[in-house]
Each structure stands twice: as C-alpha cells, then as structure tokens.
C-alpha cells in the first residue's frame, strides 16, 4: 500500500520557522515528482513546490519563494520543506504529494498520483 506521511506541522508565530518531513512507502518514488501543495479553510489547494526526481530541478509557488525550500532524500524516500519567514497567510494544511510527471504540480492538481493525509501549519500574527 502507498502512502504519503507528513509530520512536522504545529503552530508558529510569524517570522518563525517551520521544517515538513514527508516519508513515502509502499514503493520508491526515487524516479517521481515529489512536492507539497496547501490548502487553506475556504479557499482553494494551491501549488507551494517541487523537485525533480533527482533533486536538480525545482519550482515553488512566486508566494513562497525565497522563504521555503524544498528538498529531497531518495535513499530515505523522504521530502522536506524547510519554511522561513513565516507569515499569517501561509496558514494551512500541507499535503505531500507524488506523481510520474511534472504536469499536476505545474497545471492540474487533481491528476497528481499520490497524497498524503496532509499536516496543518498555523502561523499566528
């Protein structure tokens, strides 16, 4: 069975720091898109980043660039995302997420292959 594991979600003020691990099993995703995505309360899911299966490429949201950075570990079927500067609006609940290609992260969320359960982050002013 696969799955997608977050942990590291809790609540910081703002300028804090938070890091989101992800854990991957039930098979090797060394060759897979790994990324997050966020979804704050009425609102809809929204990109946050993405890195290649190698870790040489990777994008993020224009919203969280230069503050987060996302990262990965294959030989621990892990994926990181190391967030700075936090700020109210990055208020949510962060999925991990998988998928052979590029195409969900880029374009269309709902054809990525694989989520995790998701972790809230809550940021307080």
């Known amino acids: 069975q696969v799955q997608l594991v977050e942990s590291g979600g809790g609540l910081v003020q703002a300028g804090g720091s938070l890091r989101l691990s992800c854990v991957a099993s039930?098979?090797?995703?060394?060759?897979?898109?790994m990324g997050w995505f966020r979804q704050a309360p009425g609102l809809a899911r929204e990109f946050v980043a993405a890195?290649?299966?190698?870790?040489?490429?990777?994008c993020a949201a224009d919203s969280v660039k230069g503050r987060f950075t996302i990262s990965r570990d294959n030989a621990k079927n892990t994926v990181s995302l190391q967030m700075t500067s936090l700020k109210p609006e990055d208020t949510a609940v962060y999925y991990c997420?998988?998928?052979?290609?590029?195409?969900?992260?880029?374009?269309?969320?709902?054809?990525?292959?694989?989520w995790g359960q998701g972790t809230q982050v809550t940021v307080s002013s």
């Open positions: 039930g098979r090797t995703f060394s060759r897979d898109v």
């Open positions: 890195i290649s299966w190698s870790g040489g490429s990777t």
């Open positions: 997420t998988a998928d052979q290609t590029w195409r969900g992260f880029v374009s269309d969320y709902t054809t990525v292959d694989y």
